[in-house]
C-alpha cells in the first residue's frame, strides 16, 4: 500500500523559511516522480511543483518560482520542499502526491505564514 | 495554462439518483499518444483528495463502478450512477497533458 507522509509544517512569519518533508513508501521511490499540490483554507486545488524520478527535472508553478525548490533524496525515500520568503498567500494545507499525475496523496500539512 | 472550467459549482441530491459534472478545458487534452489527460478527484469532508478516474474513464483501483467519466478533446462528464450517502465532498478535474498541473474550481456534492 502507497503511504505518504508530510511533515515539517507550521506557523511562520512573512519573509520566513520552512522545509517541509514527504516520506513515501509502499512503492519504489526512486522510479516515480513526485508533486507537491497546495490548498489554501477553503479554496480549491493549486499544483506547486514536482521533480522527476531519480532526481530528474524539476517544475515550478509561477507562483512559487525562485522562492521555493524542490528535491528528493532516493536514499530515505524522501520528497522536500524549501520554501524561502515566504508570503501571506502561502498559507496553505501542503499535500505530496505520487507521480506527475497525482495519483495518490499524503493527508498534508498545514503551513501558516502570518505575523 | 490550461483552464479547466467545472460545473455546476455545487449539487444536492438525493441518495439512490444519479449525478453529472461537467468539465471543459481551455485546451485539448488528446495527447499524441491518443490518450486524453483528464483526470478526477473526490475530497471528503476533512481528508485529502484521493483519484477515482484518469485518462477520462479509467477507474482507479477500488473505486465503485457507480462512478464512471466521459468525453473527449475538451469536454468531459463524471457520472454517479446512483448517489449514496459517502459520496459527499467536493469533486475536481485536472489536466494531466501540460505542467503546470491545472485543477478546477471544485463541485460541491451534498445529500438532501
Known amino acids: 500500500e502507497v503511504q505518504l507522509l508530510e511533515s515539517g509544517g507550521g506557523l511562520v512569519q512573512p519573509g520566513e523559511s520552512l522545509r517541509l518533508s514527504c516520506a513515501g513508501s509502499?512503492?519504489?521511490?526512486?522510479?516515480?516522480?513526485m508533486s507537491w499540490v497546495r490548498q489554501a483554507p477553503g479554496k480549491g486545488l493549486e499544483w506547486v511543483s514536482a521533480?522527476?524520478?531519480?532526481?530528474?527535472?524539476?517544475y515550478y508553478a509561477d507562483s512559487v518560482k525562485g522562492r521555493f525548490t524542490i528535491s528528493r533524496d532516493d536514499s530515505k525515500n524522501t520528497l522536500y520542499l524549501q520554501m524561502n520568503s515566504l508570503r501571506a498567500e502561502d498559507t496553505a494545507v501542503y499535500y505530496c502526491?505520487?507521480?506527475?499525475?497525482?495519483?495518490?496523496w499524503g493527508q498534508g500539512t498545514l503551513v501558516t505564514v502570518s505575523s | 495554462d490550461i483552464v479547466m472550467t467545472q460545473t455546476p459549482l455545487s449539487l444536492s441530491v438525493t441518495p439512490g439518483q444519479p449525478a453529472s459534472i461537467s468539465c471543459k478545458s481551455s485546451?485539448?487534452?488528446?495527447?499524441?499518444?491518443?490518450?486524453?489527460?483528464l483526470y478526477w478527484f473526490l475530497q471528503k469532508p476533512g481528508q485529502s483528495p484521493h483519484l477515482l478516474i484518469y485518462?477520462?474513464?479509467s477507474r482507479f483501483s477500488g473505486v465503485p463502478d457507480r462512478f464512471s467519466g466521459s468525453g473527449s478533446g475538451t469536454e468531459f462528464t463524471l457520472k454517479i450512477s446512483r448517489v449514496e450517502a459517502e459520496d459527499v465532498g467536493v469533486y475536481y478535474c485536472?489536466?494531466?497533458?501540460?505542467?503546470?498541473?491545472?485543477f478546477g474550481q471544485g463541485t460541491k456534492v451534498e445529500i438532501k
Open positions: 485518462e477520462v474513464f
Open positions: 485546451q485539448s487534452l488528446l495527447h499524441s499518444d491518443g490518450k486524453t489527460y
Open positions: 521533480i522527476g524520478g531519480s532526481g530528474g527535472p524539476t
Open positions: 485536472m489536466q494531466a497533458i501540460h505542467l503546470p498541473r491545472t
Open positions: 509502499g512503492f519504489t521511490f526512486s522510479t516515480y516522480a
Open positions: 502526491a505520487k507521480d506527475y499525475s497525482v495519483t495518490q
